[in-house]
């Protein structure tokens, strides 16, 4: 199982980027997906996740209004669409597939499989 992040990059607060996460070795259909970050200095935190359905999302709260987890079951990625970002953003983004039960669908143990990370910075 493989999961390629990208997109990451130097943005000025305000601007709006596009993370990918492309998913290759399981039934992409079959499994919730989920963005994560890690903070500098700060533990691994909870970001978006979609179930197999558009549908069906999840947000931290820091993040609803601004961010949007998609994806495309055609094409096995998942995206995470980020607009008014803040310097508070500046982090490692990790997308993560599982099949999480309800009470895990915004925690990291509900997610099995991880990608590498993409690192965005957001400067002042």
């Known amino acids: 199982v493989q999961l390629q992040a990208s997109g990451g990059g130097l943005v000025q607060a305000g601007d709006s980027l596009r993370l990918s996460c492309a998913v290759s070795?399981?039934?992409?259909?079959?499994?919730?997906m989920a963005w994560f970050r890690q903070r500098p200095g700060k533990e691994r935190e909870f970001v978006a996740s979609?179930?197999?359905?558009?549908?069906?999302?999840y947000y931290a709260a820091s993040v609803k209004g601004r961010f949007a987890i998609s994806r495309d079951n055609a094409k096995d990625t998942v995206y995470l669409q980020m607009n008014s970002l803040k310097p508070e953003d500046t982090a490692v983004y990790y997308c993560?597939?599982?099949?999480?039960?309800?009470?895990?669908?915004?925690?990291?143990?509900?997610?099995?499989?991880w990608g590498q990370g993409t690192q965005v910075t957001v400067s002042s």
């Open positions: 993560a597939a599982g099949r999480p039960i309800m009470s895990t669908i915004m925690e990291s143990s509900g997610f099995g499989y």
């Open positions: 070795g399981l039934t992409f259909s079959g499994y919730a």
């Open positions: 979609v179930r197999w359905s558009n549908s069906n999302t």
